[in-house]
Nanobody, 113 residues
């Protein structure tokens, strides 16, 4: 049984930082690309960042230069470091294994003054 468990969300002021974590179980983590998505109220879910098994990363244009995805294959965990947060980053953030239909329950990130 595949489980993806996100943590680290919360309330932060504009310009602040948060680090999200996603612990995976039930999959061979090291062989899979991992991804972070987000869904803001009233909007469709969007891809934020991906990290291949070899550590190659890609980002949505809206977060490039501010967010960093990383992975620790020994801990079966993928991270999303979010810096210089903006109001428009407010969303539920989800961890996923692209193309396999596995999703976490999501963690809320709220950027507010």
């Amino acid at each position: 049984q595949v489980q993806l468990v996100e943590s680290g969300g919360g309330l932060v002021q504009p310009g602040g930082s948060l680090r999200l974590s996603c612990a995976a179980s039930g999959i061979i983590f090291s062989t899979n690309t991992m991804a972070w998505y987000r869904q803001a109220p009233g909007k469709e879910r969007e891809l934020v960042a991906t990290a291949t098994r070899g550590g190659i990363t890609n980002y949505a244009g809206s977060v490039k230069g501010r967010f960093t995805i990383s992975r620790d294959n020994a801990k079966n965990t993928v991270y999303l470091q979010m810096n210089s947060l903006k109001f428009e980053d407010t969303a539920v953030y989800y961890c996923s294994v692209p193309g396999m239909g596995y999703w976490g329950q999501g963690t809320q990130v709220t950027v507010s003054s």
